[in-house]
């Protein structure tokens, strides 16, 4: 819908109706804007509109309608500036009282009766879409909870949704930031599908041919062309999930991919123009893997125009409750007593909303009506300790050893095992610390031992930041 309404004012301005069109917040954030150069992001900073209305809209939250408008009128007082030109009309309506869509005619001319009708009517049109963004994103299939920080992350999903350029999604393992990707695509309107691209599980000599496809012939099994993730995205979101870890080979052509929109699928002549959106998301410190050389700092700046940082469950206890009412359907209608509440209230949440609801599936299945505190404490205690269950005796360790040793890769002996969860994260962690202890704390020194040749390292340290598995001996430095 918001897409839609985007390309109706599009159109109008095609067919010079309208001169510009923004969209901005009570803050004064211009999220989106199409026709006549406003420069600049923010109210404040930016020029070429009527100052005096939009300063007048964000103190009072009304509704304007001025035909004709002079921009002299604008409180900078001053003849000099590019705003104390003459516009026809301008036309500013509320958006659900925390946004504003503005409209003006330019110098030459005003709205007819019929501009004015048709913009009201988009107008009413879009506030009954951000009032239905509002209220779904409280339910079901929104962002639960109504702590402070997820109402303000409900207003930058809404703020970004309107927007074409890339987001970065920023958090710990758990909080969501899938879900969130697919929020923004779905109130964005694009047209297209959302593709999702899981880095981690893409061999590094594949990540061109995984995004840009290939035609028949281009190597040999090619047998016949193949659309890649870039294609398959066409009027839609590529979310990149994980981004960190694209391989620093790939990086140069994913960035010029972002800023240009261009990309050429292997074997082929011309390049190719799509209309993609993209969406990345990590759980690790960018910035940081940017300063060890492991992540280009210009794709870090690109992949990062709006950025939002989903909080761990831990910082908003008091969405708890609203998160296990919107999710009853786990308990199977069980009741509960203030016991299982003290609990859940209690508990730190490593693993925030995935463990959450993994512990209200489980109780569901596994406890009887009431749940009681030692009941709920039980399920808790149980996922804690086979997360941290390991030994250097434990059966898949000694199996992840014996398939190094005979000369498989650590990709495919311990990585590959890792993500399909036939290892967990502590008998990861044991194996390099043990490969540390052999090779003199240093992980140059390990790279043999897990048959990895030394263009391979950056990698695998990316690989072991990303997923939280370096061991916590103070034999382990990274180089």
Same mark, same amino acid.
């Given at each position: 819908m918001v897409q839609r309404i985007k390309r109706k004012v599009q159109e109008m301005l095609d067919r010079k109706q309208v001169s510009v069109a923004m969209i901005y917040d009570r803050n004064g954030h211009i999220l989106w804007r199409h026709g006549r150069d406003i420069n600049g992001r923010s109210i404040g900073?930016?020029?070429?509109?009527?100052?005096?209305? $939009?300063?007048?809209s964000l103190t009072h939250g009304r509704s304007i309608c001025r035909d004709p408008v002079s921009m002299y009128t604008s409180s900078r007082k001053n003849k000099n500036d590019s705003d104390s +030109?003459?516009?026809g009309s301008v036309m500013i309506q509320p958006l659900d009282s925390s946004y504003f869509f503005y409209v003006d005619s330019g110098p030459d001319r005003e709205f007819s009766a019929e501009d004015r009708r048709a913009f009201q009517l988009i107008f009413e049109i879009m506030d009954e879409v951000v009032e239905h963004i509002r209220q779904s994103q409280r339910g079901m299939g929104g962002i639960t909870g109504e702590s402070p920080i997820i109402k303000d992350l409900r207003d930058q999903v809404l703020r970004f949704a309107v927007e074409d350029e890339p987001v970065?999604?920023?958090g710990e393992t758990g909080v969501g930031k899938n879900h969130v990707a697919t929020l923004i695509h779905q109130y964005s309107g694009r047209r297209g599908p959302f593709v999702v691209a899981h880095t981690p599980a893409i061999p590094e000599q594949l990540f061109e041919r995984e995004f840009f496809g290939h035609c028949r012939g281009a190597f040999t099994d090619a047998r016949s062309d193949r659309r890649g993730l870039v294609a398959g995205a066409q009027g839609g979101t590529l979310f990149l999930d994980e981004i960190t870890e694209v391989p620093v080979s790939f990086q140069a052509k994913l960035l010029r991919f972002i800023e240009s929109g261009k990309f050429r699928p292997l074997g082929e002549v011309r390049e190719k123009q799509s209309d993609v959106r993209v969406i990345s998301a990590t !759980? +690790?410190?960018? *910035?940081?893997?940017? !300063?060890?050389? *492991?992540? +280009?700092e210009d794709l870090f700046y690109r992949i990062q125009v709006l950025q939002i940082g989903i909080p761990p469950l831990r910082e908003r206890p008091q969405d708890? +409750? #609203?998160?296990?009412?919107t999710h009853q359907h786990f308990l199977k209608g069980k009741e509960l007593t203030p016991g299982f509440w003290d609990v859940m209230l209690s508990h730190d949440w490593p693993g925030n909303i995935r463990e959450l609801f993994t512990v209200l599936k489980r109780a569901g299945i596994l406890l009887q009506s009431p749940i009681s505190a030692e009941g709920i404490r039980? $399920?808790?205690? #149980?996922?804690c300790l086979r997360e941290k269950a390991t030994s250097v005796n434990n059966c898949r360790v000694k199996e992840a050893w014996r398939r190094l040793h005979e000369g498989e890769t650590f990709w495919e002996a311990v990585r590959k095992p890792f993500l399909a969860r036939d290892l967990n994260r502590p008998e990861v962690i044991e194996l390099i610390d043990r490969a540390l202890r052999l090779g003199r704390g240093r992980y140059r020194n390990i790279l043999e031992l897990f048959n990895l040749s030394a263009q391979e390292y950056k990698r695998f340290m990316n690989f072991? #930041?990303?997923h939280r598995l370096r061991p916590t001996a103070c034999c382990s430095k990274p180089e």
């Open positions: 900073e930016a020029s070429g509109f009527c100052r005096a209305a $939009v300063e007048e +030109r003459g516009y970065l999604l920023t !759980n +690790r410190d960018v *910035l940081r893997m940017v !300063n060890e050389g *492991l992540f +280009r708890i +409750r #609203h998160l296990v009412d039980l $399920v808790i205690n #149980h996922g072991v #930041h990303q």
